[in-house]
């Protein structure tokens, strides 16, 4: 096998420091919260706005959230987030291992291109505090030019999925874009 030389140094390959905020994004959002509990009313949506926040918070301009009942109505709305072009979908909900729980097979037929570290990261996060985290199915990847990730429906779960999203989501997009090797 022919080398190539490296075009990059370990310099180029540093992590922002902690103490440095992330840099702002630019771009859409929806979030898209599954939960039949929820989307009749009969819950509250505890993980939706938190996301929402965070999203605004990083400087995407345009974040909306829709709710739907478990189901192929999960489907359809990240299908029609999708063919609206937006940047960043992500869903809580639908990821255990209950019969209703169907949001990675909604998600998968979607997926163009599989990113499992991003929720293998979460999951490692999650099993730290509860073994349970572990159960969680949830998918990463890229359909089209959209970033679609599946959380769990928990806040702790969410928490730890920001966790791992806010230091890649930057440089994710960039990639996307055509940039990010220079």
């Known amino acids: 096998m022919k080398q190539m030389p490296a075009r990059r140094s370990d ?7 902690e103490d440095v905020p992330a840099p702002a994004l630019t771009g859409t959002a929806r979030v898209v919260i599954a939960s039949t509990r929820a989307s009749d ?29 478990d189901g192929p109505q999960v489907g359809e709305a990240l299908a029609a987030a999708i063919a609206d072009g ?3 979908i992500i869903t809580s909900g639908g990821t255990g291992i209950s019969p209703t729980d169907v949001t990675p097979e909604q ?26 985290a572990v159960l969680s199915r949830g998918l990463a990847g890229m359909a089209g030019r959209s970033f679609v990730v599946n959380l769990p ?11 791992v999203l806010d230091p890649i989501l930057d440089h994710l997009l960039e990639q996307r874009d055509g940039g990010g090797h220079e």
């Open 153 to 163: 429906g928990s806040r702790g779960g969410v928490k730890d999925g920001i966790a």
């Open 107 to 132: 998600t998968a037929p979607l997926i163009e291109r599989e990113m499992p570290g991003v929720l293998e990261a979460v999951r490692r996060i999650g099993a730290q505090k509860s073994p349970v």
């Open 41 to 69: 009313g009969t819950y509250e949506d505890r993980t939706g706005p938190l996301l929402v926040q965070w999203l605004q918070g990083r400087g995407l301009d345009q974040v909306s959230k829709v709710l739907v009942p």
């Open 11 to 17: 310099a180029d390959c540093t992590a922002r420091p």
């Open 86 to 88: 937006v940047d960043v």
